[in-house]
């Protein structure tokens, strides 16, 4: 369960990110820039957040990362492969090292999916090339529970798939 500010799992993160000398963007769509308030709630995260897009519309996903109308249309909004171009454009569109992408349902408003279901993607720049893990999951509870859960997962995985890097 997220705590109840997501001051831990931001805590970590933050200190793994200043560890590993990784500087960080989001591109957040259901959790509409939680993931990147709640890191800097942190002391110092300037440090480590570089910038944060909050893409909502399908037009600004394809206007502001670059995302493909095909991929929306083939595959929905809330998938990983649209979580994929989100996190590969805020790279594009940054000096940061590593991009978090959320997008997701957090209530009933589409009835072909699931609420709760959440897709997520981490990449890391690689010098010319770029490693990204993808991830669906599902949280349970109201729409803030779910989107304050999905923040706290968001960045719990940071250390996870960066070690799997090495």
Known sequence: MPSADGSAAAKAAAQYLADQGLVLVTAESCTAGLIASRLAAVPGAGRVLESAFVVYDPKAKQRHLGVSAETIARYNLTSEPVALEMAR????????????????????????????????????????????????????????EIREAAADYALQRIAHYHDRLK
């Open 89 to 144: 454009g805020a790279l594009d569109h940054s000096d940061a090292d590593l991009a978090i992408a959320n997008t997701g349902v957090a209530d009933d408003s589409d009835p072909a999916i699931k609420p709760g279901t959440q897709c997520f993607a981490w990449a890391f720049r690689q010098g010319k090339r770029t490693q990204v893990f993808t991830e669906t999951q599902h949280f349970a509870g109201n729409r803030n």
